[in-house]
């Protein structure tokens, strides 16, 4: 508890503020007594205290007075109100106002610090709660998630209508292009952001296990099972909950997940009763679900279900235009975190990174550039510092493809990082061995200028960067 909390008592009878001053102060707080009405609403306004214990019946104001003008200047600040016995009535009418609590008169030293302890660990869990919400929706900002290309503009309006209601949403989208982070912002502009988004990655599970975990157990349900335990079905209850990789349930948690979205209740294992919920699903997946209903590896039911409001989030090649503005938004937050300072990328670095494939999207983009802000170790990073990207590439080759979608990814990061390479190095020779003369040096490897300074441009080469022939 915080104890040298600052505690103000407001009364007009001397013997309640020295026995208040004693009682608390010995017990570590720091105690301010006011006797009358008027000086002590001064000092509740001008001074900083934490609780405020105030006498209902004054000569000059009255207590009632006194909590109505603190509640509007001195918000947050509990109010513990003091009453004799005959004004208990009063008492739960100040309740009422919001009051936080009250003691009759005459009390003990153990009810008054109990009611002080009660009151300063609720001021704590009330801003512990409020300073947990502001980073919930710092976090999942819009402002926070990077997006300019049209693709995700349309989604944000998507997501702004879809968030206050509570139909379920679909994300899909490869690997690493923010359905998380989606599904974030959907609970945190949802109504049920005060509440808990409980998160459960269904591919980590076993069967028998995901079961208990979803929907509980009673004691005694099976060898193990030695007390009761909520699901996250309870957990999340008038929350959101927010299934990662959904196409990983097994067909028979498939059925009971559909029962719970259907009737709003569900049967923690080994219970005879049924338990309601009222519970918000937000799903992701990488898998194309309605194929996996064909190949019937997932229940038609539970796709149709799932997709009352699906939401594709477009891989990173698909908004290349965004990649220099998340470049720059993760080089500011890994420089910040990690406390390094650099200016930004040259041209030709955020180039390379616009012509890269990133098949694994925007995490792989992140991951990068973390590495590039450890590594560097000039003020900025230039196409030297991302030499690392193209074998990045390559070692890409060594992990199976899982999707038709990352295969061509690959295919085409592995021909872009390859040739674009070959690329480079013949434009270089050409002009090198020309001095930096276009039109000689497309003549002489046989292409018409225009193309020979297109493909230039697209390998973002100036003649300035060949170097002099010997
Ligand atoms: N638009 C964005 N702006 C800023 N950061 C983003 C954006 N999209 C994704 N990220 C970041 O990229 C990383 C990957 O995002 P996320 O985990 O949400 O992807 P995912 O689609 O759930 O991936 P997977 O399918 O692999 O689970 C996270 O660190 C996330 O914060
Ligand atoms: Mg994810």
Not at 24 to 38: A, D, F, I, R
Not at 273 to 294: E, F, H, P
Request: net charge neutral.
């Amino acid at each position: 508890m915080s104890k040298n909390a600052n505690v103000l008592v407001i009364d007009d009878e001397p013997s309640i503020l020295n026995g208040c001053r004693m009682s608390l102060s010995e017990n570590g707080y720091e105690v301010t007594c006011q006797p009358s009405g008027q000086a002590g609403l001064e000092e509740a306004l001008n001074g900083k205290f934490d609780v405020v214990l105030l006498d209902m019946k004054l000569p000059d104001l009255n207590g009632m007075d006194i909590l109505a003008e603190l509640h509007t200047h001195t918000p947050g600040v509990p109010i513990v109100f003091m009453t004799g016995y005959s004004t208990v009535q009063n008492a739960v009418k100040a309740m009422k106002s919001g009051a936080f609590d009250y003691l009759a008169k005459p009390f003990s030293d153990d009810e008054l610090l109990f009611a002080i302890d009660k009151a300063l660990e609720n001021k704590e869990l009330k801003e512990e709660n409020q300073c947990l919400r502001k980073q919930l929706f710092e976090r999942f900002d819009f402002s926070n998630i990077v997006g300019e290309n049209n693709k995700i503009l349309e989604i944000f309006d998507t997501i702004k209508k879809v968030a206050p209601i509570t139909s379920t949403v679909l994300l899909t989208g490869n690997s690493g292009t923010g359905k998380e982070l989606f599904a974030g912002a959907i609970h945190a502009h949802s109504l049920r952001s005060a509440r808990q988004m409980v998160t459960l990655d269904c591919s980590t599970l076993s069967p028998s296990l995901l079961e208990s975990e979803l929907f509980g157990h009673v004691k005694g349900a099976f060898t193990g099972a030695t007390q009761n335990k909520q699901g996250i079905f309870g957990t999340a209850n008038r929350g959101t909950l927010f299934l990662d990789e959904v196409s990983n349930l097994d067909m028979e948690i498939q059925g009971k997940l559909l029962r719970v979205m259907e009737y709003g209740e569900y049967k923690p294992v080994g219970a005879s009763k049924a338990k309601k919920c009222d519970v918000r699903v937000i799903a992701a997946t990488n898998k194309d679900l309605s194929s996996m209903v064909t190949e019937g590896t997932f229940r038609e039911d539970l796709f149709y279900r799932l997709n009352v409001f699906p939401i594709r989030l477009p891989s990173l090649s698909e908004r290349k235009d965004d990649i220099p503005k998340l470049a720059y938004h993760f080089l500011r937050f890994f420089c910040r975190k990690i406390g390094k300072h650099l200016e930004g990328f040259s041209d030709d670095a955020l180039a390379t990174l616009m012509n890269h494939p990133w098949p694994g999207n925007i995490r792989q983009l992140k991951n990068t550039i973390e590495r590039l802000v450890i590594l560097a170790d000039k003020g900025y990073l230039d196409s030297n510092s991302l030499q690392g990207l193209e074998s990045d590439a390559r070692s890409k080759v060594n992990k199976a493809p899982e999707t038709v979608a990352e295969l061509k990814a690959v295919k085409k990061e592995l021909l872009d990082s390859y040739f674009g390479n070959i690329e480079k190095t013949f434009l270089k020779k050409a002009l090198t061995d020309c001095n930096g003369n276009i039109t000689k040096a497309a003549q002489q490897v046989g292409m018409q200028r225009s193309n020979f300074s297109l493909l230039m441009k697209k390998h973002n080469m100036s003649v300035k960067s060949i170097p002099p022939s010997k």
